[in-house]
């Protein structure tokens, strides 16, 4: 009998498995814990608007019917909501999925992919996945990005340049200034994929969206956004693009799965986005236990990297796994990094004002 490893094709065996943490079921068994707090996935403790209530419980006919293949309702909702034409925008089963439509839309072996570092595993695995090579832009010692370094690597002709604005893991994020000039310094024949799933909750000062720098811009580019994050669907899997260019969007259609989105996401994605009293309490709750949060591990001597998401990274100072396994037996469930060079770091969600509580004093007792 063949191998499984000689069946598939050489790319897929340089993948490493997601590291998607444990679920509740798996700590439950593990270790029992009176209470989880489930930290490690940077989910919305605050959940959806309450408005999705009745969708959940609605029509069979949600169900029983194929949902829109184009998603016209929604995108209608983001066009507006974004002050971009409906035919710039594009539906995903979550962002991953776009992630993956995208470089396999474009990627040919050996092509070269720009990624920000320590990365959103993702942005890599799918360029890997099609034989693209990656080079990766270190952040700097003091947890920012390296704006110069970034700026020299993307003036240098790339198929595909993506990154987190903010960023994953470590919550940096590119300045308006920054990121107006990396723009400005990329090859314009690269496309530039900005992944801004944390954007709701970095917008402010400081901050803007690629969506607002390059709304006008001719230059291949693509954002993208999650309703996962801050409106609380990670469950449901939709995430949305925006499209510099809609021929390109078209084209990026035919590599989707026509019915990529099912109908209660689609449905409740309309509602979530129409609740901006509900987001904004959730990015308020978010915003106020990340200083809270931050304090206190500056507070135990570790190196908490500046943050706009639902998270922060810091250094434990340890083997990052044997912390986490030490939480996970208080039933706190954080994300230890796996990368290379980042072994000793760890990215903690923000979560309810309670379960940030476990978190901190299953942190002290383990000193
Ligand atoms: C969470 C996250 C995503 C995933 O979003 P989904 O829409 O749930 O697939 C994408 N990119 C980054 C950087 C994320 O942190």
Redesign the pocket.
Known sequence: MINASDLVREEVLRLAPYNSGLTLREVNQRYAPAKIAKLG??ENPLGPSPDLDSIITAGPDLIRLYPDPAGVELRNAIAVALDVPLAKIIL??????L?SIISRAVLRPKDRVVTLYPS?P??EDYATLMGATVDRINIKDDMSIDVEAFEKAIATPARMVIF?NPM?PVGCWLSPAELTRAIAAADKNTLIVV?E??AEYAAGDDYVSAVDLLKGSDRPWVA?R????AYGL?GL???YGVVGDPEFRSLLDRVRTPFNVNAIAQVSAVTALADRQHLQRVVILAVSERQRMEAFLFGNGWQVAPSK?NFLFFDCAGNAADFAEGLLRQGVIVKPWKQAGFETFVRVSIGAPDENNQFMSAVLSLK
């Open positions: 996935s940077n995903g089963n979550g962002s991953e999925e992630i959103f993702l942005h987190s994953n992944d799933a944390y993208l999650t309703m996962s994050k990670a899997r939709i995430g998401g």
